[in-house]
């Protein structure tokens, strides 16, 4: 079975910075593309970016410049880098992985726990 395990959210002052992880683990032969989303309170959960494992990114259009993703294939990792962070950057992260090979088995698509990022003096 695969499981993604977010880290590094928090408390961050409006202007700060702050750096997300999410590792991959389950005998992985293969992930095709893994992505981040966020779930403000109230709100349905949105889309941040996504990467695939070939490098090529893509942003929803209001955080580009300020959020850069990234991944290591080689140790199935994905990262975010959120800077000039807003109090309305608050919300839940979740990592996602996309069609995932292992030894036993694929997987369409696999979700994280989520990670809670506080933006907020």
């Known amino acids: 079975q695969v499981q993604l395990v977010e880290s590094g959210g928090g408390l961050v002052q409006p202007g700060g910075s702050l750096s997300l992880s999410c590792a991959a683990s389950?005998?992985?032969?293969?992930?095709?593309?893994m992505g981040w989303y966020r779930q403000a309170p109230g709100k349905q959960r949105e889309l941040v970016a996504t990467?695939?494992?070939?490098?090529?990114?893509h942003y929803v259009d209001s955080l580009q410049g300020r959020f850069t993703i990234s991944i290591d294939n080689s140790k199935n990792t994905v990262y975010l880098q959120m800077n000039s962070l807003k109090p309305d950057d608050t919300a839940v992260y979740y990592c996602?992985?996309?069609?995932?090979?292992?030894?036993?088995?694929?997987?369409?698509?696999?979700w994280g726990q989520g990670t809670l990022v506080t933006v907020s003096s």
């Open positions: 996602n992985a996309n069609n995932v090979a292992t030894k036993l088995a694929g997987y369409r698509e696999v």
């Open positions: 389950g005998n992985i032969l293969h992930i095709y593309a």
């Open positions: 990467i695939t494992n070939a490098g090529s990114t």
